[in-house]
């Protein structure tokens, strides 16, 4: 049976390492109860807004499924997201991983997403993250994503825990997993599935009367184009209102890839 290591939050090279190892692990105590109340609270009113099987613009989307609801800008829709944002572990993970490295000068968010599964949605195609730019990396080992999956409520065995394949971040192209490299990234709320762009994973299946809320950030080098313009899904006002470290984060400065500059 594989499983995931847990490691507190406060141990960001423990964290690393088993990250490097497996290509994913738990952090538990990433966010506070408080924290994942006011951001659940500050969600809901969107996500009763928005109907099953599509996102907030309606798009309709195979790889999501049925019984999901997907949300997107939500610095606007919270004003403690940047907390999330800024979190020293996502932080440190990134910027050990990428720029310690050599990769890049810096490190961005590539995007968030608030990931919704409800009950009767199936099991999510397994896939890696880091497709989302095929022929970027040199080597199969390079990784360009790093992905937090934060957990706003608990994730469970039959509550649509997300699926995941330790190891697989250094398989060969095309290998698929067997039913027994998988398992289920189970944790209390308030914890994090860290694992990166090469991870093979997925949404899991939620048999259960209540949704299951994760609550997704991916960072990526600085040298490669975010899947989410943040000035577009967001109030631009909102965006070039918050901190300057995060404005960076969200490459809104001068010089920055984004049309504001
Ligand atoms: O819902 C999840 O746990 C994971 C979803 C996912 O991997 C994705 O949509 O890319
Ligand atoms: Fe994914």
């Known amino acids: 049976m594989v499983s995931l290591q847990h490691i507190a939050a406060s141990k960001p090279e423990d964290v690393l390492s088993a990250v ?12 506070s109860d408080e924290l994942c109340d006011d951001l659940m609270s500050s969600f809901q009113p969107h996500l009763d807004e928005t109907n099953w099987g599509v996102d907030e613009l309606g798009y309709r989307n195979e790889f999501y499924g049925e019984q999901t609801k997907r949300l997107h800008g939500l610095f606007s829709k919270s004003p403690r997201m940047v907390d999330v944002l ?11 991983l990428f720029v310690d490295s050599g990769m890049a000068n810096n490190i961005r968010l590539s995007n968030t997403e608030l990931m919704v599964l409800s009950q009767d949605q199936g099991n ?12 970027v990396q040199q080597q199969e080992s390079d990784e360009i994503l790093i992905s937090a999956n934060c ?27 067997e039913e027994h490299e998988i398992c289920l990234a189970t944790m209390p709320r308030g914890s ?29 080098v600085s040298w490669l184009r975010p899947i989410e313009n943040q000035l577009v899904t967001n109030d631009p006002a909102d965006i070039l209102a918050l901190p300057e470290d995060a404005r960076r984060i969200l490459d809104v400065s001068p010089g920055g890839f984004t049309v504001y500059a």
Do not use: K, M
Not at 86 to 96: G, I
Not at 151 to 177: I, K, M, Q, Y
């Open 20 to 31: 490097r190892e497996d290509g994913a692990c738990i952090a538990t105590g990433v966010l």
């Open 86 to 96: 800024t979190h020293p572990l996502f932080l440190s993970l990134a910027r050990t």
């Open 124 to 135: 999510q195609v397994f896939h890696t993250d880091a497709a989302s730019w095929p022929r």
């Open 151 to 177: 957990a706003l409520t608990d994730f469970t065995e039959t509550n649509g825990a997300t699926r995941v394949v330790p190891g697989s971040h250094l398989w060969e192209a095309g290998r698929e997993p």
């Open 192 to 220: 994090a599935l860290i694992y990166t762009g090469n991870a093979i994973h997925s949404g899991g299946a939620n048999q259960e009367a209540e949704a299951r809320v994760g609550l997704y950030l991916g960072y990526i």
